[in-house]
């Protein structure tokens, strides 16, 4: 069938809105109407070309939603009309790591995934016979796009797509690393470095676990009325003071119980952990910084008992917990609404990337 996609030709150049060719979904595979999809910075990232493992051409986009338009053979869990959030951490309930019950990252489909490719080895997209790379096992950018069944999870058919979009990624990226990977507790101290659509969701996670202090941490002091609105009860500007690590110790006696990086700088990643408190304090690093960077401290950091952590999609289980994560924004315990400040149609995805990069957008929503 003949498609709208977002394509992005080659690194750095803006995505350009094409006709182009989708195959019917194979054994295993589904065919999803892409209602809305979020900008997020990993497409920015991997649009940059920075992303060693960038492929182009590709289509872009791993926070959409949609339903099913289709199902390929042996597809038994969904069927023409169910609505989806598509997963770039799939989950196939079989693998080893599935059956960890230790981690969500399912491997199953791992390799194709990371060469832009089906399960099969092949593309499902091509332009005048040549095939265009898929991205993240998700490719939202178009308005039709075909993902594994295991790369699919069902929901609530009655949530708005253009604003569950962002369970796809951020949203449930922040969230999950403060109930998953932290486990925060009730009367917890907790940092957050980056207000962005993370970081504000890692705030909401945090006073949903019942938080006691919520440290927002940004450079952009006009982050911090909607962080508030979230639930932070604290602010540091890091240019305003002469040490954050400090000014965290001081404001929670001695250390943040849990601390959390959402930008992907490896210097914040260090202060959020040594702004831990000593013999317990533990630091999730949620942001994406990029290939070839390292961390570092004074292994002493470690010996003195603060703990190192990381998680991707908020360790979250998309097939099996997601829908409950949409359920929770339906009952009003989960907001969303308000990360999104722009939607436009899928024409307009170039402005999307340049608010994005301008600070002027938590997250931009693209329609089709
Ligand atoms: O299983 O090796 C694997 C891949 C895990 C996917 C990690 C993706 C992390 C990037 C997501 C962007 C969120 C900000
Ligand atoms: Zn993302
Ligand atoms: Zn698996």
Known sequence: MKVKAAVAWGPNQPLSIETVDL???KKGEVLVRIVASGVCHTDAYTL???????LFPVILGHEGAGIVEEVGEGVTSLKKGDHVIPLYTPECGTCKFCKS???????RIRETQGKGLMPDGTSRFSKDGKPIFHYMGTSTFAEYTVCAEISLAKIDPKAPLDKVCLLGCGVTTGI????NTAKVEKGANVAVFGMGGIGLSVIQGAKMAGAEKIIAIDINDAKF??????????FINPTKINSVTEEVIKLTDGGADYSFECVGSTKLMRQALEC?????????????????EEISTRPFQLVTGRVWKGSAFGGV????EL???????????IKIDEMVTFTMPVEQINDAFKYMKEGKSIRSVVTF
């Open 23 to 25: 195959e019917a979904p």
């Open 276 to 292: 831990c408190h000593k013999g317990w304090g533990t630091s999730v690093i949620i942001g994406v910084a990029a290939a070839g």
């Open 101 to 107: 019950g230790k981690t969500n990252l399912c491997q």
């Open 48 to 54: 940059s070309g920075v992303d060693p493992e960038g």
């Open 176 to 179: 999950g690393a403060v109930l």
């Open 323 to 333: 829908p409950g994560y949409v359920d929770r924004y339906m009952k009003g315990e």
């Open 317 to 320: 289980k998309g097939r099996t």
């Open 225 to 234: 009325e909607m962080a508030k609105d979230f639930g932070a009860t604290d």
